[in-house]
Protein backbone atom coordinates (compact mmCIF):
# COMPACT_ATOMS: atom_id res chain seq x y z
CA UNK A 1 0.00 0.00 0.00
CA UNK A 2 2.95 2.55 0.31
CA UNK A 3 4.74 1.73 -2.50
CA UNK A 4 1.64 2.08 -4.53
CA UNK A 5 0.91 5.54 -2.64
CA UNK A 6 4.33 6.85 -3.06
CA UNK A 7 3.91 6.26 -6.87
CA UNK A 8 1.18 8.17 -6.90
CA UNK A 9 2.71 10.96 -5.19
CA UNK A 10 5.79 10.88 -7.59
CA UNK A 11 3.56 10.62 -10.11
CA UNK A 12 1.85 13.23 -9.32
CA UNK A 13 4.34 15.90 -8.58
CA UNK A 14 5.91 14.45 -12.56
CA UNK A 15 2.55 15.38 -13.60
CA UNK A 16 2.26 18.73 -12.70
CA UNK A 17 6.03 19.51 -14.15
CA UNK A 18 4.94 18.18 -17.45
CA UNK A 19 1.43 20.22 -17.07
CA UNK A 20 3.98 23.29 -16.66
CA UNK A 21 5.30 22.56 -20.14
CA UNK A 22 1.81 22.07 -21.44
CA UNK A 23 0.81 25.13 -19.95
CA UNK A 24 3.44 27.45 -21.06
CA UNK A 25 3.25 25.84 -24.73
CA UNK A 26 -0.17 26.49 -25.28
CA UNK A 27 0.05 29.95 -23.95
CA UNK A 28 2.80 31.36 -26.44
CA UNK A 29 1.61 29.42 -29.26
CA UNK A 30 3.59 26.29 -29.88
CA UNK A 31 1.45 23.59 -31.23
CA UNK A 32 1.56 20.42 -29.00
CA UNK A 33 0.80 17.37 -30.12
CA UNK A 34 0.56 14.95 -27.47
CA UNK A 35 -0.08 15.23 -23.27
CA UNK A 36 -0.31 11.49 -21.81
CA UNK A 37 -0.75 10.54 -17.92
CA UNK A 38 1.57 7.93 -17.83
CA UNK A 39 3.84 6.28 -19.67
CA UNK A 40 3.96 3.17 -21.74
CA UNK A 41 1.64 1.69 -23.97
CA UNK A 42 -1.60 4.00 -24.61
CA UNK A 43 -5.04 2.60 -22.89
CA UNK A 44 -6.93 5.17 -24.54
CA UNK A 45 -7.63 9.01 -26.02
CA UNK A 46 -9.56 11.44 -27.32
CA UNK A 47 -8.49 14.54 -29.38
CA UNK A 48 -9.44 17.94 -28.74
CA UNK A 49 -8.52 20.62 -31.31
CA UNK A 50 -4.50 19.80 -32.39
CA UNK A 51 -3.87 17.82 -29.40
CA UNK A 52 -4.14 14.08 -28.37
CA UNK A 53 -4.91 13.64 -24.59
CA UNK A 54 -3.82 9.49 -23.60
CA UNK A 55 -4.03 7.75 -20.76
CA UNK A 56 -0.70 5.53 -20.78
CA UNK A 57 -0.36 1.91 -18.91
CA UNK A 58 2.40 2.41 -16.68
CA UNK A 59 1.48 4.52 -13.50
CA UNK A 60 4.70 7.16 -13.45
CA UNK A 61 5.02 10.42 -14.28
CA UNK A 62 3.71 11.95 -18.07
CA UNK A 63 4.83 13.35 -21.13
CA UNK A 64 4.41 16.49 -23.25
CA UNK A 65 4.97 15.71 -27.35
CA UNK A 66 5.60 19.26 -28.84
CA UNK A 67 5.51 19.74 -32.91
CA UNK A 68 9.37 19.18 -34.14
CA UNK A 69 10.23 17.64 -30.89
CA UNK A 70 11.06 14.03 -32.23
CA UNK A 71 11.31 14.60 -36.23
CA UNK A 72 12.44 18.10 -37.99
CA UNK A 73 9.08 19.77 -39.36
CA UNK A 74 8.33 23.02 -41.39
CA UNK A 75 4.99 24.24 -39.47
CA UNK A 76 6.01 27.53 -38.20
CA UNK A 77 4.51 26.47 -34.71
CA UNK A 78 6.63 24.01 -33.95
CA UNK A 79 8.74 24.41 -31.12
CA UNK A 80 12.60 24.78 -32.62
CA UNK A 81 11.04 27.69 -34.61
CA UNK A 82 9.85 30.15 -31.82
CA UNK A 83 11.41 32.85 -30.78
CA UNK A 84 14.48 32.10 -27.74
CA UNK A 85 12.00 33.39 -25.04
CA UNK A 86 9.18 31.58 -25.63
CA UNK A 87 11.18 28.44 -25.94
CA UNK A 88 13.16 29.28 -22.47
CA UNK A 89 9.69 30.04 -20.83
CA UNK A 90 8.43 26.48 -22.57
CA UNK A 91 11.40 24.73 -20.63
CA UNK A 92 11.33 26.59 -17.89
CA UNK A 93 7.73 26.52 -16.42
CA UNK A 94 8.23 23.00 -15.82
CA UNK A 95 10.35 22.97 -13.06
CA UNK A 96 8.78 26.63 -12.30
CA UNK A 97 5.42 24.68 -11.42
CA UNK A 98 6.91 21.95 -9.39
CA UNK A 99 8.62 24.93 -6.78
CA UNK A 100 5.05 27.00 -6.90
CA UNK A 101 2.93 22.89 -5.94
CA UNK A 102 5.98 23.00 -3.10
CA UNK A 103 4.85 26.76 -1.93
CA UNK A 104 1.00 25.68 -2.21
CA UNK A 105 1.35 22.58 -0.31
CA UNK A 106 3.99 24.11 2.62
CA UNK A 107 0.86 26.29 3.26
CA UNK A 108 -1.33 23.63 3.70
CA UNK A 109 1.02 22.07 5.89
CA UNK A 110 1.85 25.08 8.10
CA UNK A 111 -1.37 26.28 8.31
CA UNK A 112 -2.84 22.87 10.33
CA UNK A 113 0.94 22.36 12.02
CA UNK A 114 2.28 25.58 12.61
CA UNK A 115 5.53 26.87 11.91
CA UNK A 116 9.05 27.52 13.26
CA UNK A 117 10.25 31.48 13.67
CA UNK A 118 13.33 32.89 14.64
CA UNK A 119 12.53 33.62 18.26
CA UNK A 120 14.61 31.42 20.60
CA UNK A 121 12.00 29.66 23.02
CA UNK A 122 14.31 28.14 24.90
CA UNK A 123 18.41 28.04 25.89
CA UNK A 124 19.95 24.84 27.59
CA UNK A 125 22.13 25.89 30.68
CA UNK A 126 25.32 24.59 28.73
CA UNK A 127 24.04 26.21 25.17
CA UNK A 128 26.99 27.80 23.21
CA UNK A 129 24.59 30.99 22.85
CA UNK A 130 23.85 31.71 25.98
CA UNK A 131 27.46 31.96 26.65
CA UNK A 132 27.94 34.72 24.42
CA UNK A 133 25.30 36.51 25.47
CA UNK A 134 21.69 35.23 23.56
CA UNK A 135 18.94 35.25 25.65
CA UNK A 136 15.17 33.62 25.25
CA UNK A 137 13.08 36.18 23.00
CA UNK A 138 15.93 37.10 20.95
CA UNK A 139 15.96 36.24 17.28
CA UNK A 140 18.63 34.75 15.52
CA UNK A 141 19.01 35.66 12.31
CA UNK A 142 21.94 34.26 10.51
CA UNK A 143 24.79 31.60 11.62
CA UNK A 144 28.01 31.04 9.93
CA UNK A 145 27.14 33.67 7.08
CA UNK A 146 23.95 32.36 6.55
CA UNK A 147 20.48 33.52 7.00
CA UNK A 148 18.18 31.39 8.39
CA UNK A 149 15.09 31.45 6.45
CA UNK A 150 13.41 28.25 8.11
CA UNK A 151 15.22 28.09 11.33
CA UNK A 152 15.29 24.34 12.17
CA UNK A 153 15.81 22.41 9.41
CA UNK A 154 18.70 25.50 8.00
CA UNK A 155 20.64 24.98 11.93
CA UNK A 156 20.40 21.51 11.38
CA UNK A 157 21.51 21.86 8.09
CA UNK A 158 24.62 23.53 8.93
CA UNK A 159 25.55 21.74 12.27
CA UNK A 160 25.70 18.19 9.91
CA UNK A 161 28.41 19.53 8.17
CA UNK A 162 30.08 21.48 11.30
CA UNK A 163 33.49 21.18 11.59
CA UNK A 164 33.50 22.80 15.84
CA UNK A 165 35.36 25.84 14.94
CA UNK A 166 34.00 29.22 15.93
CA UNK A 167 31.13 30.67 13.95
CA UNK A 168 29.79 34.05 13.86
CA UNK A 169 26.00 34.64 15.03
CA UNK A 170 23.69 37.45 14.09
CA UNK A 171 20.99 38.05 16.57
CA UNK A 172 18.39 40.83 17.14
CA UNK A 173 17.97 41.16 20.76
CA UNK A 174 14.30 41.48 22.04
CA UNK A 175 14.46 44.76 24.50
CA UNK A 176 16.33 46.91 22.14
CA UNK A 177 15.67 45.64 18.46
CA UNK A 178 19.52 46.00 17.64
CA UNK A 179 21.24 43.46 15.93
CA UNK A 180 24.19 42.10 17.38
CA UNK A 181 27.33 40.25 16.09
CA UNK A 182 28.90 37.80 18.26
CA UNK A 183 31.32 34.52 17.11
CA UNK A 184 30.20 31.12 19.41
CA UNK A 185 31.74 27.67 19.59
CA UNK A 186 29.68 24.79 18.86
CA UNK A 187 28.99 22.14 21.52
CA UNK A 188 29.06 18.80 21.20
CA UNK A 189 26.10 16.56 22.39
CA UNK A 190 26.16 13.43 25.15
CA UNK A 191 27.47 10.72 23.24
CA UNK A 192 25.28 8.02 22.69
CA UNK A 193 25.93 4.78 21.96
CA UNK A 194 23.54 3.15 18.67
CA UNK A 195 22.83 0.22 16.45
CA UNK A 196 21.79 2.40 13.45
CA UNK A 197 18.32 2.16 12.39
CA UNK A 198 15.03 3.80 12.79
CA UNK A 199 11.88 2.58 13.89
CA UNK A 200 8.59 2.68 13.06
CA UNK A 201 6.69 5.23 14.71
CA UNK A 202 3.07 4.54 16.96
CA UNK A 203 0.38 6.35 17.11
CA UNK A 204 1.50 8.35 19.69
CA UNK A 205 4.54 9.32 17.95
CA UNK A 206 7.04 7.32 19.72
CA UNK A 207 8.96 4.77 18.28
CA UNK A 208 8.63 1.26 18.79
CA UNK A 209 10.99 -1.92 18.59
CA UNK A 210 9.99 -2.75 14.42
CA UNK A 211 12.70 -1.74 12.39
CA UNK A 212 11.53 0.82 9.53
CA UNK A 213 15.10 1.51 7.71
CA UNK A 214 18.75 0.30 8.71
CA UNK A 215 21.31 2.63 8.22
CA UNK A 216 24.17 1.84 5.73
CA UNK A 217 26.70 1.24 8.40
CA UNK A 218 24.68 -0.08 10.81
CA UNK A 219 26.39 -2.87 12.53
CA UNK A 220 22.95 -4.83 12.18
CA UNK A 221 22.85 -5.04 8.44
CA UNK A 222 26.49 -6.28 8.84
CA UNK A 223 24.75 -9.00 10.99
CA UNK A 224 21.99 -10.22 8.86
CA UNK A 225 19.25 -8.07 10.88
CA UNK A 226 16.48 -6.60 7.67
CA UNK A 227 13.75 -3.85 7.85
CA UNK A 228 10.77 -4.81 9.14
CA UNK A 229 12.87 -7.56 11.70
CA UNK A 230 10.69 -6.44 15.46
CA UNK A 231 13.30 -6.55 18.02
CA UNK A 232 12.42 -8.40 21.37
CA UNK A 233 15.66 -8.67 23.46
CA UNK A 234 19.20 -6.74 23.50
CA UNK A 235 21.59 -9.19 25.27
CA UNK A 236 18.80 -11.20 26.82
CA UNK A 237 16.63 -8.38 28.65
CA UNK A 238 13.35 -7.66 26.87
CA UNK A 239 12.46 -4.56 24.92
CA UNK A 240 8.92 -3.00 23.22
CA UNK A 241 10.41 0.66 22.19
CA UNK A 242 13.14 2.70 21.07
CA UNK A 243 13.26 3.98 24.18
CA UNK A 244 14.26 1.01 26.37
CA UNK A 245 16.50 -0.24 23.49
CA UNK A 246 18.01 2.99 24.34
CA UNK A 247 18.17 2.24 27.90
CA UNK A 248 19.87 -0.93 27.75
CA UNK A 249 22.76 0.61 25.38
CA UNK A 250 23.20 3.37 27.25
CA UNK A 251 22.52 2.91 30.32
CA UNK A 252 21.97 -0.78 31.58
CA UNK A 253 25.30 -2.20 30.02
CA UNK A 254 28.18 -1.71 31.90
CA UNK A 255 30.37 -2.26 29.61
CA UNK A 256 28.88 -0.31 26.46
CA UNK A 257 31.24 -1.09 23.88
CA UNK A 258 31.04 -4.30 24.15
CA UNK A 259 29.68 -6.91 21.40
CA UNK A 260 25.67 -7.44 22.23
CA UNK A 261 23.05 -9.75 21.25
CA UNK A 262 20.36 -9.14 19.23
CA UNK A 263 16.98 -11.05 19.13
CA UNK A 264 14.34 -10.21 16.50
CA UNK A 265 10.96 -11.77 15.52
CA UNK A 266 10.84 -12.01 11.44
CA UNK A 267 7.30 -13.48 10.30
CA UNK A 268 6.78 -15.64 13.69
CA UNK A 269 9.92 -16.68 13.98
CA UNK A 270 12.70 -15.65 16.59
CA UNK A 271 16.19 -15.13 15.58
CA UNK A 272 19.38 -14.52 17.29
CA UNK A 273 22.32 -12.60 15.99
CA UNK A 274 25.57 -12.47 18.11
CA UNK A 275 28.77 -10.38 18.49
CA UNK A 276 26.98 -6.87 17.44
CA UNK A 277 28.88 -4.09 18.15
CA UNK A 278 27.34 -0.52 19.30
CA UNK A 279 28.80 2.45 17.95
CA UNK A 280 29.05 5.78 19.93
CA UNK A 281 27.63 8.57 18.42
CA UNK A 282 27.61 12.26 19.08
CA UNK A 283 26.85 16.08 17.06
CA UNK A 284 27.03 19.34 17.45
CA UNK A 285 24.50 21.51 19.16
CA UNK A 286 23.60 25.04 19.90
CA UNK A 287 21.38 23.24 22.61
CA UNK A 288 18.22 25.54 21.93
CA UNK A 289 14.63 25.52 20.81
CA UNK A 290 13.07 27.95 18.57
CA UNK A 291 9.28 29.25 18.82
CA UNK A 292 6.57 27.36 17.17
CA UNK A 293 3.43 29.72 16.09
CA UNK A 294 -0.18 28.68 14.29
CA UNK A 295 -3.00 30.44 12.78
CA UNK A 296 -1.50 33.96 11.88
CA UNK A 297 -2.11 33.78 7.99
CA UNK A 298 0.52 35.79 6.71
CA UNK A 299 2.61 34.35 8.90
CA UNK A 300 1.64 30.93 7.08
CA UNK A 301 2.71 32.19 4.12
CA UNK A 302 5.78 33.78 4.60
CA UNK A 303 6.85 30.87 6.89
CA UNK A 304 5.99 28.76 3.44
CA UNK A 305 8.45 31.25 1.38
CA UNK A 306 10.81 30.55 3.86
CA UNK A 307 10.35 26.95 3.27
CA UNK A 308 10.79 27.16 -0.42
CA UNK A 309 13.57 29.32 -0.19
CA UNK A 310 15.24 27.55 2.36
CA UNK A 311 14.62 24.26 0.74
CA UNK A 312 16.11 25.45 -2.95
CA UNK A 313 19.66 26.64 -0.91
CA UNK A 314 19.85 23.22 0.84
CA UNK A 315 19.76 21.63 -2.50
CA UNK A 316 22.68 23.64 -3.34
CA UNK A 317 24.49 22.84 -0.74
CA UNK A 318 23.79 19.17 -0.50
CA UNK A 319 24.78 18.91 -3.53
CA UNK A 320 28.27 20.75 -2.79
CA UNK A 321 28.71 18.29 -0.24
CA UNK A 322 29.13 15.26 -2.51
CA UNK A 323 32.03 16.98 -4.46
CA UNK A 324 34.08 18.34 -0.56
CA UNK A 325 33.38 14.86 0.94
CA UNK A 326 31.07 16.11 3.75
CA UNK A 327 28.66 13.28 2.90
CA UNK A 328 29.82 10.30 0.35
CA UNK A 329 28.02 8.61 -2.69
CA UNK A 330 27.04 5.84 -0.81
CA UNK A 331 24.19 8.49 0.84
CA UNK A 332 22.86 9.27 -2.41
CA UNK A 333 19.06 8.65 -3.35
CA UNK A 334 17.10 7.70 -6.11
CA UNK A 335 14.24 7.45 -7.48
CA UNK A 336 13.75 4.26 -4.98
CA UNK A 337 14.84 5.47 -2.05
CA UNK A 338 12.17 8.43 -3.11
CA UNK A 339 9.53 5.75 -3.79
CA UNK A 340 10.67 4.10 -0.14
CA UNK A 341 10.74 7.71 1.84
CA UNK A 342 7.25 8.26 0.92
CA UNK A 343 5.82 4.72 1.38
CA UNK A 344 7.30 4.81 5.32
CA UNK A 345 5.13 7.81 6.18
CA UNK A 346 2.11 6.09 4.87
CA UNK A 347 2.87 2.73 6.64
CA UNK A 348 3.92 4.55 10.21
CA UNK A 349 1.41 3.85 12.51
CA UNK A 350 0.01 7.55 13.31
CA UNK A 351 -3.47 9.27 13.07
CA UNK A 352 -4.41 9.33 9.34
CA UNK A 353 -4.31 13.42 9.87
CA UNK A 354 -0.54 13.34 10.97
CA UNK A 355 0.33 10.49 7.88
CA UNK A 356 -1.97 12.92 5.15
CA UNK A 357 0.58 16.23 7.07
CA UNK A 358 3.61 14.62 6.75
CA UNK A 359 2.39 13.20 3.17
CA UNK A 360 1.70 16.45 1.96
CA UNK A 361 5.03 17.77 3.41
CA UNK A 362 7.82 15.50 1.69
CA UNK A 363 5.70 15.87 -1.52
CA UNK A 364 6.68 19.53 -1.24
CA UNK A 365 10.02 18.66 -0.16
CA UNK A 366 10.33 16.17 -3.46
CA UNK A 367 8.88 19.04 -5.26
CA UNK A 368 11.07 21.42 -4.57
CA UNK A 369 13.85 19.28 -5.51
CA UNK A 370 12.66 17.96 -8.66
CA UNK A 371 12.18 21.57 -9.80
CA UNK A 372 15.94 22.84 -8.55
CA UNK A 373 17.17 19.60 -10.04
CA UNK A 374 15.59 20.02 -13.65
CA UNK A 375 17.23 24.22 -13.83
CA UNK A 376 20.83 22.28 -13.24
CA UNK A 377 22.29 22.51 -16.45
CA UNK A 378 22.80 18.83 -16.72
CA UNK A 379 22.42 16.97 -20.20
CA UNK A 380 19.13 15.61 -20.56
CA UNK A 381 17.81 18.21 -18.11
CA UNK A 382 15.73 21.09 -18.53
CA UNK A 383 18.76 23.16 -17.19
CA UNK A 384 20.70 22.10 -19.97
CA UNK A 385 17.98 23.18 -22.98
CA UNK A 386 18.20 26.39 -21.46
CA UNK A 387 22.00 26.76 -21.35
CA UNK A 388 21.60 25.63 -25.03
CA UNK A 389 19.00 28.17 -25.46
CA UNK A 390 21.65 30.61 -23.50
CA UNK A 391 24.29 29.77 -26.25
CA UNK A 392 22.24 30.44 -28.96
CA UNK A 393 21.15 33.85 -27.99
CA UNK A 394 24.65 34.95 -27.69
CA UNK A 395 26.10 33.27 -30.62
CA UNK A 396 23.20 34.77 -32.91
CA UNK A 397 22.46 31.53 -34.26
CA UNK A 398 21.04 27.87 -33.17
CA UNK A 399 23.57 25.19 -32.36
CA UNK A 400 23.80 22.43 -34.75
CA UNK A 401 20.94 19.68 -34.26
CA UNK A 402 23.63 17.03 -34.86
CA UNK A 403 25.31 18.59 -31.49
CA UNK A 404 22.42 18.92 -29.45
CA UNK A 405 21.44 15.81 -30.11
CA UNK A 406 24.75 14.47 -28.86
CA UNK A 407 24.94 16.66 -25.87
CA UNK A 408 21.65 14.78 -24.85
CA UNK A 409 21.97 11.30 -25.92
CA UNK A 410 25.32 11.56 -23.23
CA UNK A 411 23.57 13.30 -20.59
CA UNK A 412 20.71 10.32 -20.74
CA UNK A 413 22.77 7.39 -20.39
CA UNK A 414 25.04 9.17 -17.58
CA UNK A 415 22.08 10.09 -15.72
CA UNK A 416 20.68 5.96 -16.26
CA UNK A 417 24.11 5.03 -14.93
CA UNK A 418 23.62 7.29 -12.05
CA UNK A 419 19.94 6.14 -11.20
CA UNK A 420 21.22 2.28 -11.80
CA UNK A 421 23.79 3.56 -8.80
CA UNK A 422 21.70 4.82 -6.52
CA UNK A 423 19.60 1.55 -6.71
CA UNK A 424 22.92 -0.34 -5.32
CA UNK A 425 22.42 2.08 -2.50
CA UNK A 426 18.16 2.80 -2.23
CA UNK A 427 17.14 -1.33 -2.36
CA UNK A 428 19.33 -2.44 1.06
CA UNK A 429 18.29 0.69 2.32
CA UNK A 430 14.83 0.92 1.99
CA UNK A 431 13.50 -3.18 1.04
CA UNK A 432 16.09 -5.22 2.50
Same mark, same amino acid.
Given at each position: ???????????????? #???? #? /????????????????????????????????????????????????????????????????????????????????????????????????? %????????????????????? &?????????????????????????????????????????? %???????????? %??? /?????????????????????????????????????????????????????????????APLTIEVLRDGKTLVFENIKPYAYSAYTLDMRFERQK??? /????????? /??????????????? &???????? %?? &?????????????????????SDIILNLVYLSAFISINLGVMNLLPIPALDG??????????????????????????????????? &??????????????
Amino acid at each position: MGILVALVALSFLILI #HELG #H /FMAAKAVGIKVLEFSIFMGPKLFSFRRGETQYSLRLIPMGGYVKLEDQDEASDDSRSFSKQAIWKRALVIGAGPFMNILLAFVLAIGVLASAGYTTN %RIAYLGENSPLKAAGVEVGDR &LISYAGRRLFEPGSDISILLYAENGAPKEIVYEDADTGERIT %RTVTPARTQTVW %RLG /FTAVVNEKGEGTNEIQMIEDNSPLRAAGVRRGDIVVKVDGIPVSNTREIQQVLNVTRPDKEAPLTIEVLRDGKTLVFENIKPYAYSAYTLDMRFERQKGNF /FGTIGAAWN /FSVSTIRNVFVTLGW &LFNGTVSF %RE &LSGPVGIIGSVGSVVQEKQPVSDIILNLVYLSAFISINLGVMNLLPIPALDGSILLILLIEKIRGKPMPQEKVGLISMIGFMLLIGL &LIATLFNDIPRWFL
